[in-house]
């Protein structure tokens, strides 16, 4: 089974993380939850999400995909933490799938994962992605790379993860269910 982790920092964007843990469950998707510190994490909108553990307990598991929700200050959360970095390098040098949207690809930046790839963001943090090939639309696909651009862009970038992880004939029957733009 396909597993991926959703890492929550306290600041997260509450929109985008509960977006793509839904759309990525509705796809049958083995989607664990994981709190950076703790396990009762506070949105930047005071939501607080219980997540199913933490970031140490699944630190060294080989996951399919990790994915960083937005948001700030969970997106400086992200960048800053240590056990973060460590877990989006080991990601990158094992080949598996790394997705980030909204300001959570500066984490991914911190890591030096964006160096010539392709990727967006929310507009204001598109200077802070380093050497990216920093691009407008509202998701970017650059092999094993995902980004997006912000709380707007959330369902049509879990779709993409679905596409990604399961292909596109599920994710189009998921979109069609749940009314989606296509």
């Known amino acids: 089974m396909v ?11 509450e929109l985008e993380a ?13 989607t664990s939850v ?20 933490l970031l140490a307990q ?3 598991q080989a996951w399919d995909m990790v ?15 240590a056990g973060v970095q460590a877990l989006l390098k080991r990601q990158a040098q094992r080949g598996g799938k790394l997705a980030a949207i909204c300001a959570a690809p500066i984490a991914l930046a911190a890591a030096g994962l964006l160096d010539g790839r392709r990727a ?13 090939d920093y691009r407008e639309t509202e998701v970017v696909v650059d092999g094993d790379l995902i980004t997006s651009r912000g709380p707007g862009t959330a369902l049509a970038f879990a779709l993409r ?8 004939q599920l994710a ?3 979109g069609q269910q749940m009314l989606a733009p296509s």
């Open 120 to 132: 967006t963001s929310y507009p204001t943090f598109a200077d802070q992605l380093g050497s990216a």
């Open 58 to 60: 699944g630190a060294d």
């Open 18 to 30: 509960v977006t793509i843990i839904d759309v990525l469950r509705r796809a049958g998707v083995e």
């Open 172 to 174: 189009g029957e998921l």
């Open 67 to 81: 994915v960083l929700p937005g948001g700030m200050p969970g997106s400086a959360n992200l960048r800053d933490d």
């Open 3 to 13: 597993a991926v982790c959703v890492l929550l920092a306290d600041g997260f964007e």
């Open 34 to 53: 994981l709190g950076v510190t703790t396990r009762a994490v506070r949105g930047s909108h005071g939501i607080t999400v219980t997540a199913d553990g």
């Open 161 to 168: 993860l679905v596409t990604e992880l399961q292909g596109s």
